[in-house]
């Protein structure tokens, strides 16, 4: 696309106001809607869906322990925006193209509104998934203060759904963060980073064929998507004006498959503050942050010493990661613009202590699962990902009890890297440790080639997203609860997790 980077200004989430607050409760409707928005100046509107009819949806924000029921509602049109594969699992000819279920992603919450990609519902609910319980879901955000966010999880279009925008902030909070005196308020910014690719009308273009098309089928999936521009807020390559203080920004990796490796092209160091599910031990100071698709970051940058200039976010991984394309690669991502002088006296702080972390003792795990992560050709050539080489439908194989510890072996027999992402519960990262992945596929014997490797320093907090690098064996450890029920783990590269890479699992009583 020829459009002027650092042209538009940054739009900001509006925070989505509750219907009703009642006694100890509130109450939120949110309405899916096709919607037409301004991604750039230079660009036609872009019809897309959103939550609320914006793109991307509505911030919602809640405090740590608040009950909260959302009613999700369905009133997209019964055409889909996008190219659909009816041989995907789950999005044949017999279900209707157009289903919706809304995953909050990092949740801790009951199965019934955790959003099971087949508890999907159509508009005004006239056909529903097998596994669809009941119109108005419960959070009861027993959680410590974390960056979450919600987005569709339909089964076999996941990746259609939330790349024509079906994706917003989720922010829980608390008394106990905001004692810490981080930077707030209009100083506290979401940023959603996303990748599309946009025809000359201003329409979303997404792929209806792989590099080597499929000739017996007119859609087929495809094993990646990278766009070939970066959106942040729903903005194609915006500014953002900033004083010359402290602010907190909310990282989100809300990409299909696009990894980032973000850093300040002035090299200047930044103070990460929190993982996926809520603040670090201590900050940590970093000149460059790894996100998967999915993982989240909260970061602080103090600009006080940079009136008057302007700097930009930069990113360099590869794509696919680890080992990408160069024809892929994107640079560019938010430009800053640093005002002279800053409206109010900044009296935010970097607190040397954040959040002590729970410890999980691997001798208090009662279970061992060794998971593998393979990658397959389908009847038609294809790339076919799977979770412990079973697909979807297979026996439900991953049923820990409820209380209980358990470490996962993730063995990546790929090339990708894939994040792997399970629902209900957040986790640690042990370690990784290469491994001979020849003698596996023969042997099925794990022989490492390598030392452990402890997880980044990046990494060291509470995650429900993690790397699971090629060659390597990742171990993660968990606690299983509060709830019990039906959930699901999976890739969350989004054409992994459609084609098939991803499980249920049962936390059992």
């Not at 061992?368 to 979807?392: A, P, S």
Request: negative net charge; glycine residues 6%; contains cysteine.
């Amino acid at each position: 696309m020829n459009v002027t980077k650092y042209k538009d200004s940054l739009p900001i989430p509006p925070v989505l106001k509750p219907i009703n607050e009642g006694e100890g409760f509130t109450y939120y409707k949110v309405e899916m809607k096709e919607c037409k928005v301004s991604v750039h100046s230079e660009l036609p509107k872009t019809p897309m869906w959103g939550y609320e009819g914006i793109f991307p949806g509505p911030t919602i924000e809640v405090e740590s322990g608040e009950r909260v029921y959302i009613k999700w509602e369905n009133q997209l049109p019964p055409v889909h925006l996008l190219p659909i594969d009816f041989t995907v699992h789950g999005a044949h000819h017999n279900v209707p193209p157009v289903r919706t279920v809304v995953h909050v992603h990092g949740a801790v919450v009951e199965p019934e509104s955790d959003g099971y990609p087949d508890a999907w519902f159509t508009n005004g609910y006239q056909q529903v998934g097998e596994k669809f319980v009941k119109q108005v879901y419960q959070y009861d955000n027993c959680m410590n203060a974390c960056t979450l966010w919600y987005h569709d999880h339909a089964i076999g279009i996941t990746r259609l759904n939330i790349y024509a925008g079906l994706a917003g902030f989720f922010l829980v909070k608390s008394e106990k963060e905001r004692s810490l005196n981080l930077p707030t308020g209009e100083y506290d910014i979401p940023l959603l980073i996303q990748d599309r690719t946009f025809n000359q009308d201003g329409s979303l273009y997404y792929p209806k064929q792989p590099k080597e098309p499929v000739e017996e089928l007119e859609t087929s999936i495809v094993p990646e998507f990278f766009g070939e521009t970066i959106l942040v807020n729903g903005k194609v390559w915006p500014y953002l004006e900033v004083e010359p203080r402290k602010y907190r920004f909310r990282v989100l990796n809300g990409s299909n498959s696009r990894f980032y490796r973000l850093k300040l092209d002035r090299d200047q160091y930044m103070f990460q503050i929190s993982t996926d599910r809520g603040l670090l031990p201590q900050p940590i100071g970093i000149r460059e942050i790894t996100l998967a698709p999915a993982e989240r970051v909260d970061i602080i940058i103090d600009f006080s010493n940079l009136g008057g200039k302007r700097i930009t976010f930069i990113n360099d991984a590869p794509a696919p990661f680890p080992n990408g394309d160069a024809e892929n690669e994107i640079i560019d991502v938010l430009q800053f613009r640093i005002l002279p002088e800053v409206v109010y006296i900044d009296t935010s702080s970097i607190p040397a202590q954040l959040e002590q972390l729970p410890f999980l003792s691997e001798k208090n795990a009662v279970k061992r699962r060794d998971l593998t992560l393979n990658h397959l050709k389908d009847k038609y050539g294809r790339e076919l990902m799977l979770l412990d080489n079973k697909g979807w439908d297979a026996p439900i194989s991953e049923n820990p009890k409820l209380g209980t510890t358990e470490i996962w072996y993730l063995i990546n027999l790929t090339p990708d890297t894939h994040p792997i992402h399970i629902h209900l519960i957040d986790f640690q990262i042990l370690d990784r440790r290469e491994f001979n992945v020849d003698k596996y596929n023969k042997e099925k014997v794990i022989e490492y080639l390598g030392p452990s490797m402890a997880p980044e320093p990046q990494e060291r907090g509470r995650k429900d997203t993690v790397r699971a690098n090629p060659n390597e064996v990742t171990r993660i450890i968990m606690q299983f609860g509060p709830y019990s029920g039906l959930y699901v783990w999976h890739c969350h590269m989004l054409e992994h997790e459609d084609y098939e890479m991803m499980r249920p699992y049962i936390v059992i009583r």
